[in-house]
């Protein structure tokens, strides 16, 4: 015990003796509003740090939204680029498609005309259409090897 709390105490042993427990209420009031500016300042000082640890703690989150942010804006793209390809991969392809059925259908309206028109040449105009469907296939072999390369080869050459 240092000297100040021994002096405190022999203070307050003889108020109690003599003065009574209205100077000891008083006494306590005295004390309580001496130290209320420092008890202040401690709060505020306290209340500072936890401000500025919510803060750093709220940068530190805006900071990751941002990044994530950024990086959902770059899958976005990244899909709308490979969701345009494969548009363009099934617009070829309906295209060789359709450019299959037409020469199908023509050269089966090709073979109805010509059993109509000249049944007794049947033999020599079959074997024109089959020369014409072997050139057909050819043709689309051909196409769909370039629709190939171009999916191998994104630039499209």
């Given at each position: 015990?240092?000297?100040?709390?021994?002096?405190?105490?022999?203070?307050?042993?003889?108020?109690?003796?003599?003065?009574?427990?209205?100077?000891?209420?008083?006494?306590?009031?005295?004390t309580?509003?001496?130290?209320?500016?420092?008890?202040?300042?401690?709060?505020?000082e306290?209340?500072?740090?936890?401000?500025?640890?919510?803060?750093?703690?709220?940068?530190?989150?805006?900071?990751?939204?941002?990044?994530?942010?950024?990086?959902?804006?770059?899958?976005?793209?990244?899909?709308?680029?490979?969701?345009?390809?494969?548009?363009?991969?099934?617009?070829?392809?309906?295209?060789?498609?359709?450019?299959?059925?037409?020469?199908?259908?023509?050269?089966?309206?090709?073979?109805?005309m010509?059993?109509?028109?000249?049944?007794?040449?049947?033999?020599?105009?079959?074997?024109?259409?089959?020369?014409?469907?072997?050139?057909?296939?050819?043709?689309?072999?051909?196409?769909?090897?370039?629709?190939?390369?171009?999916?191998?080869?994104?630039?499209?050459?």
């Open positions: 015990m240092n000297g100040l709390d021994a002096l405190m105490d022999g203070l307050m042993g003889q108020l109690l003796g003599t003065v009574g427990f209205g100077s000891i209420i008083a006494l306590a009031i005295v309580f509003l001496r130290s209320r500016p420092e008890i202040i300042r401690i709060r505020t306290g209340d500072a740090a936890v401000r500025d640890d919510l803060r750093e703690r709220l940068k530190l989150i805006e900071d990751r939204a941002d990044k994530l942010q950024e990086r959902m804006d770059e899958m976005r793209e990244s899909h709308k680029r490979e969701m345009e390809a494969v548009r363009k991969q099934h617009a070829a392809e309906m295209s060789v498609m359709r450019h299959r059925l037409n020469n199908e259908t023509q050269t089966l309206d090709t073979l109805l010509m059993i109509r028109t000249s049944p007794e040449r049947l033999a020599a105009n079959v074997e024109a259409i089959e020369a014409q469907r072997a050139n057909q296939k050819q043709q689309i072999a051909a196409e769909k090897g370039a629709l190939h390369r171009t999916d191998d080869d994104p630039s499209g050459s």
